[in-house]
């Protein structure tokens, strides 16, 4: 199947939830982004920041760019811009320096914390005990240019089918409780990304509102 058929695959097997598909287009050439682009899809997901900025600057300005990989500190100010959503928040300073170039460029960047669900030790995210302090009200009062929108995750690499629907419940249970005991204006807890090519099917078994799919559009990956 070419690019067309497998967005329009996807987004069959998306209706009647409430989900909606990341392209996630990293290494990929522009042909290749275009020619989903001409599908209709207009939200991309890149996790390198020399690549989104690239990318963003050669492609059609109508795209939602998202930046869903590990972001350094150093590099926020190259996204701050332009980035739709950055899904990665794994650190209170790596979200005060959004919060910083967000003031910087005027505009309230929206992010996920990324949670850490998975076995493996590599995945980066945060610990239940670290997300809940980033939410407290105290800490949202001085982070005016942020609006967090939910949680992100990613899950153990495993053909345990039940290992990864686990993980994927726990982050839905999470992700349900921030959206029930929080008020702040910082808040707007309406996302959940999780799932990949892999695994989206479990996580739209688990309330995923957004799907990070690559290798499934665009075929394996070439990785330089
Ligand atoms: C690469 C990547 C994906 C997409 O992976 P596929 O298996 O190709 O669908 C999703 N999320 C993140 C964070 C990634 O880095």
Not at 15 to 21: C, E, F, I, N, Y
Not at 204 to 209: A, C, I, Q, R, Y
Request: with cysteine.
């Amino acid at each position: 199947m070419g690019i067309k058929d497998q967005i329009n695959a996807i987004n069959n097997t998306l209706k009647g939830t409430s989900a909606r598909l990341i392209a996630v287009s990293k290494t990929e050439p522009n042909e290749m982004i275009l020619e989903a682009y001409h599908a209709g899809q207009r939200d991309f997901g890149e996790n390198k920041v020399q690549d989104l900025v690239s990318k963003y600057e050669q492609l059609p300005k109508d795209i939602r760019w998202h930046m869903i990989g590990h972001l350094q500190r150093n590099k926020v100010k190259y996204i701050a811009p332009f980035v739709h959503l950055i899904h990665g928040i794994d650190s209170l300073k790596l979200l005060k320096e959004v919060n910083k170039e967000g003031a910087k460029n005027d505009r309230i960047i929206n992010c996920l914390l990324q949670v850490h669900i998975a076995e493996e030790e590599t995945k980066f995210g945060l610990s239940e005990s670290e997300l809940q302090e980033i939410i407290l009200p105290d800490t949202l009062d001085q982070l005016p240019f942020v609006r967090i929108k939910g949680l992100m995750g990613m899950a153990t690499n495993t053909d345990n089918e039940t290992q990864v629907e686990k993980e994927f419940e726990n982050l839905n249970k999470l992700f349900k409780s921030v959206q029930q005991n929080h008020d702040h204006s910082a808040l707007d807890i309406s996302e959940l990304s999780m799932g990949m090519s892999g695994d989206y099917h479990l996580a739209l078994k688990h309330g995923s509102t957004m799907i990070r799919i690559g290798s499934t559009i665009f075929g394996a990956r070439n990785y330089q």
